[in-house]
């Protein structure tokens, strides 16, 4: 059984001052995610990340379609005992400690109070605040804040996580051991998904990333892959986009922006388009080879002109 | 979109159902209340003054609020004897005044409530007329509180002449009607007569506004009308036993030799009962309230005019 | 559900607390204090009837106050702050979020209202150097109190659920003003004709009928309630209550959060 399944999720929101326009953060999404699978769902920011994982958490309601997690419908409650969620930047009642805030969320997820006893100082060690004691959460640093958040995403034993940009906002040391304490969920069987725009951190840890845009998912695969799918291959930048025609079938992918051009070719076909360039008077801006890396596959997927071909 | 929803049903039950069972209890509360609510602010805050304050410049929405309570609680049940509080009346229509004392219907209303006799009243005709008076200070324009208060001094208490002074200075405010004169002139000549007696209630009719105020002249000229009419027709049955020699079977008897025209009905169209003792009765008593003549023998009381 | 319902109740029970919401106790015991010297002016009827009218007058108006200012966040504070967002990733309904926070701040004015009570107790005694039998009446009125507390806060979290934090403290004190007079309003209506008489009379009874749970004058005078008025206000602000919070359930259970 997969752990996620996401069944042509599509929001829409109307707009405008006669709300009568429509503006569409998510186009039908369709991702399964498996069980004790670390999937890293990369886009830049407004991409339609959070609204994703908004959608279901229940926070949000879908214009259409439905998503399924271990097997149960997204909105049954019962399945978010199983569930646990860090959102961007989060927010927690400040008026509260850490371990009060543990033992209320524990308390709401179902955890009987003998194991909440025993669990919360466990967790509160194990993410990095053994001594927090009856410090108030609005005394918290970012990165205590954060850490705490993971904390009660996990509180009670679930299946799956899902963090919202988990890095967000952390100087380099704090990133080092969030991302730590995902390697450890992900040893410990738990299914992951998170969110980022931070590339070399899902290149780190994750199985598979999927890479959103402007609500469409634009590509999907296991990291590997996604990175070898442009080894051997060169970026070619130039400025005449009249002599497009001519070299079109040797290319990969091809952006346009006004007369620049940005293609990219496999480094065997590179000297003959070089040529054919020359020959039409294009103006060559640059020529770079691709080294296989995951930005290049981001990149490749997300830019603006959306004139993406393969 | 189909949502998990099911909570939906039975909140919507919940609510309406919650609803409409606050409705009804809040129609148990009010029976509960009904009598005492209105009138507990009267009860312990006597202290113009003091609600003036409280009122917080708000004192003329305060005084209609007084107001309305007044007419719900009085206009209403005026007619039925029960345990009805007239003595608040009093306090309850002079906070009303100095909360607003412009607001002339509280005197024209209050007074005439004031000072009819229980159980149609609170039988005070002297704070009717100084209620009145009140009235009359601030507002001197309005020359029609001069025939209110004429009209207590002339009804109840009985002061014929302090009835003409009071018309004399209302005909003389600006904007007067004439007949305030006329009234004037005719309690000099003819004050405690019927005809005149019957002038006021209908003039009372014709120029106020109130409901309560309406229906009591009528049943006050009604029962005028009734009184004098029943008096005609028991000495018109003298007659009849002086011609003849012996007591009309029924009014038709009259009729025949030339006593009356019709079978005499009453104001409310039902014919008078000729009793066998000679006595003339109205058929529905509690229809004519205020009439003095006509009433059957336990019914009878030393009343007013 | 229920271990849920009494962790969010007790969560904003312990919210207000430390958000210093008691605090305006002190506010009370100072207003007490500064209006003692009063009686000792007048005759010596009347002090215990001040006493009286100001303490429950004051009980109620301050938490009254204190259900607005508190009601009108419970739900929209935790949408602006995205508190609300791991609340709802757990097992928590919709629904049990609503009701958790009503009973949370009744709770709360309700043990506000019974500090005060003994406050105004002891006061009592002082001034009166004792306690009469009569004074077992005041626990209607305090009793009256907390239901018209019950009745406000369910007000204000029905506005919260959809409102801004100001339109919710406007209609909400609104309401409170028209409760007052709602007895009067609905001798309006009964006044009133044509079709303008459906609508005020409509309006008259949705109204929060809070003239009859105001019995403090009637206890001031020793003036017993009674039983069946008691039963019926009970059932009253019962159900109102439950009707306002059904709707605030209906509202949230649909809103998109941002």
Known sequence: MPAIEILGITKSYTV??????????????????????????????????????????????????????????????????????????????????????????????????????????????????????????????????????????????????????????????????????????????????????????????????????????????????????????????????????????????????????????????????????????????????????????????????????? | MKTYRKITWPALLLLGVCLGGSVLMLRAVDKVRGKQGTLEDILYIRSSKALKRLSLGYSGLLADIYWTRAVQYFGTKHHQAEDVRYDLLYPLLDITTDLDPHLIVAYEFGSIFLSQPPPAGAGQPDKAAQLVEKGIRENPDHWRLYFTLGYIHYFDRKDYKAAQLAFQKGSEVPGAMSWMKIMAATMAQHAGESSTSMQIWRKLYETSEEPAIKQNAVQHFAALQVDEEVKELENRIRAYRERMGQDPAGWIDLVRVGLLRGIPRDPNGKPYLLMPDRTVQVQDPDKLPFITHGLPPERKKTKRP | MISRLSAITFNTFREAVRDRVLYNLILFVLLLVATAPLFGQISIGLDRLILINVGLSAMSLFGIVIAILVGIGLVSKEIDKKTLYTILSRPVRRWEFIAGKYLGLVMTLAANACLMAAGFYLALLVTAHGFQRADAGLFVAIYFIILQFCIMTAITLLFSSFSTPIFSAIFAFALFVIGTFAEDLRNFAALSHGPARWLVTAVAYMVPNFSALNVISQVAHDVPVSGSLILYNTLYAVLYSAAATSAAVLIFERRNLK
């Open chain 1, 16 to 310: 405008g001052f006669f709300r009568n326009k429509l503006r569409t953060a998510l186009q039908p999404l369709n991702l399964t995610v498996a069980e004790g699978e670390t999937f890293g769902f990369l886009g830049p920011n407004g991409a339609g990340k959070t609204t994703t994982l908004k959608i279901l958490m229940g926070i949000v309601f879908p214009t259409s379609g439905e998503a399924r997690i271990l097997g149960h419908h997204f909105h049954d409650p019962e399945i978010k005992k199983k569930v646990g969620f860090l959102p961007e930047q989060p927010y927690f009642y400040d008026y509260l400690s850490a371990p009060e805030l543990l033992d209320y969320y524990a308390q709401l997820s179902g955890v009987a109070k003998e194991q909440r006893r025993k669990r919360i100082p466990e967790m509160l060690a194990r993410v990095g605040l053994p001594d927090v004691g009856k410090m108030q959460l609005r005394k918290f640093s970012k990165g205590m804040l954060q850490r705490v958040g993971i904390a009660q995403a996990i509180i009670h034993d679930p299946k799956i996580v899902f963090l919202d940009e988990p890095m967000s906002g952390l100087d380099p040391i704090g990133r080092r051991e969030i991302r730590e304490l995902i390697l450890g969920l992900k040893q410990e069987g738990r299914t992951v998904f998170f969110s980022t725009h931070i590339l070399s951190d899902a290149e780190a840890l994750c199985d598979r990333v999927g890479v959103i845009h402007k609500g469409v998912l634009r590509g999907i695969g296991v990291v590997e892959d996604l990175k070898s799918q442009n080894a051997d291959k060169s970026e070619i930048v130039w400025h005449g986009a009249h002599a497009l025609n001519a070299v079109k079938e040797m290319l990969e992918q091809t952006h346009v922006t006004g007369e620049t051009v940005r293609a990219v070719v496999q480094t065997t076909n590179l000297d003959a388009v070089l040529e054919k360039l020359r020959r039409e008077r294009a103006r060559l801006l640059s020529v770079t080879p691709l080294h296989g890396t995951l930005e290049d596959y981001f990149v490749a997927h997300t830019s603006e002109k959306e004139t993406v071909q393969r």
